[in-house]
């Protein structure tokens, strides 16, 4: 866990100033519809790599108080002793964590773009755009070797990964009122989330309709 905790936390810091800090209002008459998209979508995604970390670092720091605090029974692994005992923890510290790696890493292009621009800015986007999908596919060819007869090591690659993490968000909710009091949250904010791409396109046709005319 603490592979993670101690990452997460710079990565946190990191995203303090870029993804928080450093935004910049949208001017309506002298940003481009491109600009104006990126910087709503910069915001949101700062916003919510920064939170991804943070929780990665919470689960990370309560795993390790229990499995100091409490006795651990005889496992055969590591692995099942976390796949029986700590799975939550496991699958919650690790689809954070990497999450707000790949927020932290496509946030790095769209910054680049949004101070510089033009051929520069294109560019800075093509790399976060390719190192991101590089990223996903050595975490996803990471959680494909490491398949086992634990839990959650059944997990074929990152979207898997995230499955198996909502679905045992899910079974712990019954058991917890503030779990679903923050599934109901999460549900909102995807009603949000939708809202404004909705809210994008509207830009991005009045933005064409204006060009036309």
């Given at each position: ?57 919470i689960y990370a720091s309560i795993a390790i108080n229990k499995l100091v ?13 976390l796949s029986q005992n700590h799975n939550l923890p496991w699958l919650g ?121």
């Amino acid at each position: 866990f603490n592979n993670m905790r101690t990452p997460a936390a710079l990565v946190a810091g990191g995203l303090v100033p870029l993804g928080i800090l450093m935004n910049k209002p949208i001017r309506e008459e002298e940003d481009t519809i491109k600009t104006k998209v990126l910087k709503k979508s910069s915001a949101l995604l700062g916003v919510a790599s920064l939170l991804s970390e943070i929780i990665a670092v919470i689960y990370a720091s309560i795993a390790i108080n229990k499995l100091v605090e409490l006795p651990s029974p005889q496992t055969a692994s590591v692995a099942d002793l976390l796949s029986q005992n700590h799975n939550l923890p496991w699958l919650g510290a690790n689809v954070h964590f990497f999450l707000g790696m790949m927020g932290f890493s496509l946030l790095v292009g769209t910054r680049v773009y949004l101070v510089y621009g033009g051929a520069v800015g294109n560019l800075a986007i093509g790399y976060s755009v390719a190192f991101f999908l590089q990223m996903l596919a050595v975490v996803n060819r990471g959680i494909a070797l490491g398949r086992g007869g634990s839990h959650h090591f059944g997990a074929n690659n990152f979207g898997h990964l995230c499955l198996l993490y909502g679905l045992s968000i899910l079974r712990f909710a019954t058991r917890d009122t503030t779990s679903v009091c923050s599934i109901l949250s999460i549900g909102v904010t995807a009603v949000t989330i939708a809202n404004t791409i909705v809210s994008f396109y509207k830009d991005y046709a009045e933005a064409s309709k204006k060009k036309k005319e």
